[in-house]
């Protein structure tokens, strides 16, 4: 089906292709090897005006509709059996960046690498996720977590505009003008009120060098590296970063032989400021567990977002659950100490995503996001494992783990972004009081739910 539509409709060369054709493996792969699904057409948009011609060609053919953005969604949200896929990532990866007004414009389907490298030639930033491969779309609908959190906010705090086409094929601009119950929605509900093919955020100076300290210590002194981790995230200041993992240390040359591959607890201390104050912190840390090893370096920005890049490389199955803490409390450091050696594939991860600062200025009800602000730590339990047989009993050990935390947890206000399956009702407990707004907005932009490939909110009935 070597073929594409206009915006009435009609087919042009280029923008459509089914099995063979150039482009339809691209879009049709995804992050997570799991999800090996065939779609009957790909749609490879230019703009907006493809993506609505799209949308409109699905419809009247019954297509079911998958919108892919960088492809990482772990419950392979962004492609579908029999239907149509919308890669945004062939061509809408463009990224414009003003200095003057310290905001930047980029396509639908742009990586967070696109979006640093263009920011980055400004001096400029946005928080983003700390892969660099992850797409800028599911980042900025979901939240975007990451080393900026604590100095400047989310990714979703910081989405300011968005062009979107809407489900009846509407091209509209969703700001604080224009749609602001769109724009609202859009801050953290997802991708279920249309296809944005421009995100704007505000931008933050940053770097471009910054001051990385990579902690590690050994299984055996979990207990003691977690409640250091809880106690420097508590006095973390505004210009510095964190994420803390329970991972396996790479075979990387900076990793001593003994710990290459072997189970701990890493800590990636960021300074974004005052290098003296970083060193200081740094050296409190140390002082306090020495660590088995380190790593301390001052690097471009752009570096720090690619240093674990392959620690999450395409190509792996896996599965995730998350869930939120509102302390990393002794009882629950036990159970991550349980738990933590029973993983059994050296990739598997624990990432612990820690919220402060600009994260918890923003009022819960400014954004849709699903995490509260008054949470403490955002975390991802994640089975990853080059083969389906050892991703398939990683899937119990994060179940089980996951489980055990259940009594240290909030309920409610999990990350729509760290889930693999989405039941109905943890999206709905997830988005608690906003999930009725959220699904009245819904019934307004996406009545027919056309855009339910994702944590689907579910349009709100009229009432009679
Ligand atoms: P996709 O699968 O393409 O999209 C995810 C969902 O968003 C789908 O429902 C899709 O339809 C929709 N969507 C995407 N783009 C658009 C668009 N332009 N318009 C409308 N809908 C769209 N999260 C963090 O917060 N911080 C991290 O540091 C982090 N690290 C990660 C590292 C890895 C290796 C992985 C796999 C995930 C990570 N995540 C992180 C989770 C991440 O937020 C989600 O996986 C996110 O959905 C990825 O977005 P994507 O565009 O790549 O995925």
Redesign the pocket.
């Known amino acids: 089906m070597n073929h594409s539509i206009d915006a009435r409709g009609a087919v042009r060369k280029g923008l459509l292709g089914g099995a063979g054709d150039p482009g339809y493996e691209r879009a049709r792969s ?2 997570n090897a799991a999800i090996d699904r065939h779609p009957a057409v790909v749609a490879c948009p230019a703009g907006a005006r493809d993506v609505a011609a799209a949308v409109g060609h699905a419809r009247a053919r019954g297509l079911e509709l ?9 419950s392979g ?2 492609c579908v059996d029999g239907g149509m896929v919308i890669d ?1 990532g062939a061509r809408m990866t463009a990224v414009v960046v003003d200095p003057q007004t310290r905001r930047v414009r980029c396509g ?2 742009a990586t967070m690498a696109d979006l640093d490298a263009a920011t980055q030639r400004r001096g400029l930033a946005v928080t983003g ?3 660099s491969h ?6 900025a ?6 080393y900026l959190t604590q100095m400047a906010g989310l990714l979703v705090d910081n989405l300011v505009a968005a062009q979107v086409v809407l489900a009846d094929g509407r091209v509209v601009r969703a700001d604080a003008d224009e749609h602001p119950d769109l724009l609202w929605a859009l801050r953290g509900g ?2 279920n009120f ?3 093919t421009e995100f704007e955020f505000n931008l933050h100076p940053v770097g471009p060098q910054v001051h990385v300290a990579m902690l590690f210590w050994e299984l055996e002194r979990c207990t003691p590296a977690l409640q250091l981790a809880r106690d420097v995230c508590a006095e973390l200041p505004r210009d510095a970063g964190i994420l803390i993992a329970g991972l396996n240390a790479a075979p990387a040359p900076f990793v001593p032989p003994e710990h290459q591959l072997a189970p701990g607890i890493a800590m990636i201390l960021v300074g974004f400021g005052d290098a003296a104050a970083h060193d200081h912190r740094l050296a409190k840390v140390c002082a306090r567990l020495t660590p088995a090893f380190e790593m301390v370096q001052d690097m471009p920005y752009v570096a720090l977002q690619q240093m674990i890049d392959g620690a ?1 490389p395409w190509g792996m199955h ?1 599965y995730s659950k998350g869930l939120v803490l509102d302390d990393l409390t002794d009882d629950a450091i036990a159970v991550l100490a349980d738990h933590l050696p029973r993983k059994s594939s050296p990739m598997s991860v624990l990432p612990i ?1 820690p919220l402060g600062g600009a994260y918890a200025d923003v009022p819960d009800d400014a954004t849709a996001l699903s995490t509260r602000r008054s949470a403490r730590f955002n975390v991802s339990i994640d089975a990853i494992a080059p083969t389906p047989e050892l991703m398939a009993i990683d899937r119990e050990w994060v179940r089980g783990l996951w489980d055990a935390l259940q009594p240290f947890a909030r309920q409610g206000g999990e990350y729509v ?2 889930m693999s399956e989405y039941e109905p009702d943890r999206i709905r407990s997830a988005y608690g009081t906003k999930f009725d707004r959220l699904a009245a907005i819904k019934a307004t932009y996406d009545p027919d739910n056309v855009f339910r ?2 944590a689907n909110i579910t349009p709100a009935q009229p009432t009679v």
């Open positions: 995804l992050w998958a919108v892919r953005g960088g492809g990482h969604s772990a949200a962004s945004l639908g389907g996720g700390t892969i992850t797409g800028v779309g599911g980042l609908l979901g939240g975007g977590y990451g997802g991708g249309g296809v944005v999450g896996a995503f972004n760290f490939g994702n």
